[in-house]
């Protein structure tokens, strides 16, 4: 069965926020297109639920978070973003909930965003590889609070704090998905998104035995060939888009 091709993404819009879980999150793929969209003259504001503290065996949770909170501003610079915010939920535990609802739709009003970013909210991949239920939670929590961001009702605090509601997201773009709807063509910005995850030298260095930068290049030169063959034979930073 012929698959069907990926449109475009669309490029109407000034303003966008990435929310994930982790440093290194948007890393994976997506930060080729936040390479091109910087370049176009698009601001692009990072999100984080947690420092990614948990994410390395060899470094108590302390010592862990600033290093990698340092490594993922490095990172977020390489491809044009230099507002990066990190709301403090532990690594490995993130719960899907109110709070982290009202968190994430509390930066949406703050940040104002049209077009807003997330990571794979599914149990899965694709096929067999299962989510981290930090993924799942903050995806999940993002595609919820652009609506809770828009109506002055729900964290009727956050007005009172002086957030008037948003209604102005337009799309949530969610990278990582096995359903994909939508791409960015990677051409430009796959070098800068290279450095991008290179960034982060200390967790790669302790996830794999292979050389850093040939191990960034591979993986992510196997993401944008994927679904190259559905956007016309350009490498592709895919998005599952929603409406809003």
Do not use: K
């Amino acid at each position: 069965m012929t698959q069907q091709r990926l449109e475009p993404l669309p490029t109407d819009w000034s303003r966008a926020l990435a929310v994930v879980a982790h440093p290194d999150d948007l890393e994976y793929g997506a930060a080729a297109a936040v390479a091109d969209w910087t370049d176009a003259g698009r601001e692009v504001v990072y999100l984080l639920a947690s420092r990614g503290e948990a994410g390395i065996d060899g470094l108590p949770p302390e010592e862990c978070a600033p290093l990698r909170e340092r490594e993922q501003r490095a990172s977020a610079a390489v491809v044009g973003v230099s507002t990066v915010e990190f709301l403090d939920h532990r690594d490995g535990v993130i719960e899907y909930g109110i709070g982290l609802r009202r968190d994430i739709a509390a930066a949406i009003r703050r940040h104002r965003p049209e077009l807003v970013i997330t990571l794979n909210h599914r149990d899965t991949w694709g096929g067999a590889t299962w989510n981290t239920p930090d993924h799942r939670a903050v995806g999940r929590a993002t595609l919820d609070a652009v609506a809770d961001a828009g109506n002055r009702w729900i964290f009727p605090e956050l007005t009172e704090g002086g957030l008037e509601p948003w209604n102005g997201v337009r799309w949530t773009a969610v990278a990582g998905s096995d359903r994909p709807t939508h791409a960015v063509d990677a051409t430009r910005g796959f070098e800068r998104s290279v450095e991008s995850l290179l960034a982060h030298r200390t967790y790669i260095e302790a996830l794999t035995e292979d050389e850093p930068e040939t191990y960034c290049r591979t993986f992510l030169e196997g993401m944008v060939r994927a679904e190259a063959d559905r956007f016309g034979g350009r490498p592709a930073v895919t998005f599952e888009v929603f409406s809003s």
